[in-house]
């Protein structure tokens, strides 16, 4: 039995995912697991690019990145379903936190969208691509 399914989400498509997110929570509901959703904001880090910003604009990032993602699990599942998940918003690279994610909570599945692919990325979009060719855990890629 599933524990746990991740859902990952681009919090900056608007609704786009909103598919995504409800075709997590079917099979997570099959399943009778748990479902988290995360989304990754990008991490400006120690770079120089960082000195660039308020001292506090990651921390303001994070609270309206929750805000969002809240906000998108009512919109497409309901105010009740969004109680039962486990929402994460994480900072760094999409691909490598989405795997540290699932590992971090016992994932079994992993749902993730592929968007608006171009000619090199025809087939997966780069950061589901790289999902699917690292993790561990099954992937389902939702078009």
Request: with cysteine; net charge negative.
């Amino acid at each position: 039995m599933t524990r746990s399914v991740l859902c990952a989400v681009d919090i900056s498509n608007g609704e786009i995912d909103a598919p995504v997110l409800q075709k997590a929570a079917a099979l997570a509901d099959m399943e009778g697991a748990q479902l988290d959703v995360v989304t990754v904001l990008p991490d400006f880090g120690e770079s120089w690019v960082s000195g660039f910003f308020e001292s506090d604009f990651h921390d303001k990032a994070l609270e309206e990145a929750q805000v969002k993602l809240t906000a998108l699990c009512v919109s497409a599942l309901g105010a009740e379903r969004n109680e039962t998940i486990r929402h994460v918003v994480a900072t760094g690279t999409a691909y490598q936190e989405i795997l540290k994610t699932a590992e971090s909570a016992g994932s079994d599945l992993i749902v993730i969208g592929a968007h608006k692919p171009d000619f090199k990325d025809y087939l997966l979009g780069p950061n589901a691509a790289r999902v699917v060719r690292h993790s561990n855990v099954s992937v389902y890629v939702v078009r």
